[in-house]
């Protein structure tokens, strides 16, 4: 899973994408304006766990890319900003970063703190950015009525893409069957991405849940669907730089019961959809990322294609059977162990040991 970081400069998403990453890039007035790439074990204690009862010599926790994209202002140059929101498309998921702690920068002279605007403005560049592209596809078609195949039925469903775009709606407003989302294979709209709202407060302002304009940001958010998560990046990193043993009692000061790394994990599998099946062994304990509904014969795959290739069956037990009962052969003795064929519809903890043969 790739995750794009996004907002205005000084929003403190880099010391977010710090406290994420475990990375020291620069932040502030010494940054550099370049993307910065990192990645994150995402925690899981269920990983935990199972490392603890099998004593592996590998542990493999899942993962997520980091992409810290440098913001601009409007007055920054159009250019500039449609190349970096470009760099977005790749991301499975963007997250605003949102600036809501005191003396955070605001766009101009006399301009106050408002996290209700800067998340409404960048919404409006995500559907301005994907009109654009809209609007040269068409042109493109236009020019060249001989080209590819179906290009009267592209067109028409980039229309109505143009019109919901031109409405001030995101792409993902427009219902679209299998047949016109296979017209548009291969162009990536930036307003249909998931998009997660996250909240950057100072100490105090995290410490009383409250922040300008919050209840405008609620509002609108659960309107459109976007998850919203509320940090302070810069004290949150400094509570990364402590011992494990320490982390707890700090978070626990600031009335949080996970890390920023924890929420954004958890908020962005919901948001996209997704869970973890585990594989167990003495060599190695591993979670695997899949789509919610993916079938055993799907997640085979996503450990070897010869492993989908030549699945037979799949032996599966439940990490919540196994925490509770506290080993593998009561799980047993509990008649908890299943034999499943190739569709059936991995669930999120499921154990999983796959036979196959090639």
């Given at each position: 899973m790739q995750i794009g970081l996004v907002g205005l400069p000084r929003s403190g998403k880099t010391t977010f994408f710090n406290l994420l990453?475990?990375?020291?890039?620069p932040t502030g007035f010494a940054?550099?304006?370049?993307?910065?790439?990192?990645?994150?074990?995402?925690?899981?204690?269920?990983?935990d766990f199972l490392t603890g009862l099998y004593r592996?010599?590998?542990t493999v926790y899942a993962r997520i890319d980091f992409e810290d994209i440098p913001g601009t202002y409007p007055q920054g140059g159009a250019a500039r900003a449609a190349r970096l929101l470009d760099?977005?498309?790749?991301a499975d998921a963007l997250v605003q970063v949102i600036p809501a702690f005191s003396g955070a920068g605001e766009k101009g002279p006399g301009e106050q703190l408002s996290p209700y605007r800067d998340l409404l403005d960048f919404y409006s560049e995500l559907i301005l950015a994907d009109l654009d592209a809209v609007e040269k596809r068409l042109e493109r078609l236009r020019s060249n009525p001989k080209g590819k195949n179906n290009t009267a039925a592209r067109i028409a469903v980039l229309e109505r893409l143009r019109e919901t775009l031109e409405q001030e709606r995101p792409a993902a407003a427009l219902p679209l069957g299998d047949d016109e989302r296979q017209l548009l294979s291969g162009q990536i709209f930036l307003s249909e991405k998931p998009l997660i709202a996250a909240l950057n407060l100072d100490e105090q302002k995290l410490t009383v849940h409250d922040y300008p304009g919050?209840?405008?940001v609620l509002k609108y958010t659960a309107e459109r669907g976007i998850p919203v998560i509320e940090i302070c990046a810069r004290i949150e990193a400094e509570i990364g730089e402590l011992p494990?043993?320490?982390r707890d009692a700090f978070l626990a000061d600031l009335g949080l019961e996970e890390s920023g790394l924890d929420r954004l994990a958890r908020t962005a599998y919901e948001r996209l959809g997704l869970i973890s099946f585990f594989t167990v062994g003495p060599d190695e304990v591993r979670a695997?990322?899949?789509r919610r509904?993916?079938?055993a014969r799907q997640a085979a795959g996503k450990i070897h294609s010869d492993i989908e290739r030549g699945f037979i069956r799949a032996e599966i037990f439940q990490y919540a059977a196994l925490a509770r009962l506290g080993s593998v052969a009561r799980v047993r003795e509990a008649g908890l162990f299943r034999l499943e064929g190739k569709n059936y519809p991995v669930q999120d903890g499921d154990i999983i040991d796959f036979r196959f043969n090639v």
């Open positions: 990453t475990g990375a020291n890039a940054a550099t304006g370049e993307i910065h790439h990192g990645s994150a074990a995402v925690p899981d204690s269920r990983i592996p010599r590998k760099e977005a498309r790749g919050r209840s405008r494990p043993a320490d695997w990322t899949i509904g993916a079938t």
